[in-house]
């Protein structure tokens, strides 16, 4: 038995470790199988799945910029049915802890397609993505009005029995604000946090790097600013337990986000650079606490010293 304690039940989950992969990094799962193990992980997040499938945007659709990558992939997926069908009886003998992302494009579509994920054998939990434009509110995102954002998880935790988290959009003056709406809303988790949106222009063409002109960005550039929103959250005394991703490349990444408050962390962009970087995560992770005599994971959640 490891010296270390890396096992963790938060936000209604019991997870082996803390380390788990982002949505939209990871495909749903079999994409990364012989590149990574797949049973160390805590537990992977599939790509955000809505009622219907979806193609996506125009391409180009991805770019690289410094220390990060813009995408715009316009939420391509394969629909709840294909997700069932396809996807799901992989996943269930995966060996890892599984949670959907999903999203629509009205209130309803967010209940209804929260409500046909619940139901699936092999899903231990839900995680909402609010990064969607309000079609009725004039393109804004669902997740940026906390009134909004109460109301949406309010419908959605009144037809989901599984645990439920919410991930945070930063394209917000107030995190606290959302995070507060989500606890009121009756969430289990929240996820902290999802793309910034930003553009690339190419000088030489005058042209957008990508086609849809504004698109999110992601990679180590976003990492300061991820932190600084789960700190702020968990500052805030908001009591639901909070996923922290942005920019995590090491297991050094991860503790910083232990550390700001977060109880489990969420690698993206990184398994682009590298497919084994979440189970390289855990392996240092594990490595680096026994080498600094700390015995449990737990002990570096909201650990920061300040002043
Ligand atoms: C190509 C790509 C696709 C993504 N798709 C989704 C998605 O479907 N749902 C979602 O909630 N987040 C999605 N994200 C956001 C990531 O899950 C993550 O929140 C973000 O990339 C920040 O983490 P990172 O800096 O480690 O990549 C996507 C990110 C990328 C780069």
């Known amino acids: ?18 380390i788990l992969t982002a949505s939209g990094t990871f495909g749903y799962g079999r994409e990364f199988e012989g590149l990574t193990d797949l049973r160390a992980l805590g537990g992977l997040v599939t790509k955000g799945i809505s009622p219907k499938p979806r193609f996506g945007n125009a391409t180009p659709r991805i770019c690289e910029t410094a220390s990060g990558m813009l995408n715009s992939i316009g939420l391509e997926n394969v629909g709840v049915e294909g997700f069932e ?3 799901l009886p992989y996943l269930r003998e995966c060996g890892t802890r599984v949670l959907v992302n999903f999203f629509g494009a009205t209130f309803d579509e967010y209940v209804d397609c929260g409500a046909r994920l619940d139901a699936l054998d092999g899903v231990d939990g839900l995680e909402m993505n609010v990064s969607c434009p309000n079609i009725k509110a004039g393109g804004i995102e669902f997740g940026t009005d906390p009134r909004v954002l109460r109301d949406l998880v309010r419908a959605c935790r009144a037809a989901i029995r599984k645990p439920l988290w919410i991930k945070l959009t930063p394209n917000t003056s107030d995190i606290v604000a959302l995070a507060v709406a989500c606890a009121e809303g009756g969430a289990d988790g929240l996820s902290i946090i999802n793309t910034i949106t930003g553009m690339a222009i190419d000088a030489r063409t005058r042209r957008p790097k990508i086609a849809t002109i504004f698109g999110g960005l992601s990679g180590p550039a976003i990492k300061p600013i991820a932190l ?66 700390i015995h449990d994971v737990r002990e570096l959640v909201g650990a920061l010293v300040v002043k």
């Open 1 to 18: 038995m490891s010296a270390v304690n890396l096992a963790i039940e938060t936000g209604g989950i019991a997870f082996r470790n803390p």
């Open 85 to 87: 069908r396809d996807k």
């Open 228 to 293: 600084r929103m789960v700190y702020q959250v968990r500052r805030a005394g908001v009591s639901l337990p909070i996923s922290g991703i942005g920019g995590i490349q090491d297991a050094t990444d991860a503790i910083e986000f232990f550390l700001a408050g977060a109880s489990t962390v969420q690698v993206g962009t990184q398994s682009f650079v590298d497919p084994d970087a979440s189970g390289r995560i855990v392996r240092d992770l594990e490595a680096r606490l026994a080498a600094d005599g």
